[in-house]
């Protein structure tokens, strides 16, 4: 919704059973209309929706989360 939107291919309930850990990253509420994302990317089952104006920093910080999955 606010800049990054995440999701997996498979049920919740196998994400609880993986030993992989999953982190939800709240962002400020900001006045951003649904729009085509920048870059997608598919990393595994994980699937990432970046738009403009997403930070390095906050790059950075997605591509460290799913390092393990």
């Known amino acids: 919704k606010n800049g990054i939107h995440m999701c997996t291919d498979?049920?919740?309930t196998a994400l609880t059973e993986s030993?992989?850990?999953f982190a939800e990253l709240s962002l400020p509420d900001r006045n951003?209309?649904?729009s085509t994302p920048a870059a997608?990317?598919?990393i595994g089952?994980?699937?990432v929706e970046l738009y403009e104006g997403t930070s390095?920093?906050?790059l950075e910080n997605?591509?460290?989360a799913v390092q393990s999955c």
């Open 32 to 34: 951003i209309s649904r």
């Open 45 to 47: 089952s994980i699937t």
């Open 56 to 58: 390095a920093q906050m």
């Open 19 to 21: 030993p992989a850990e």
């Open 62 to 64: 997605i591509l460290k």
């Open 40 to 42: 997608i990317l598919h």
């Open 10 to 12: 498979q049920q919740s």
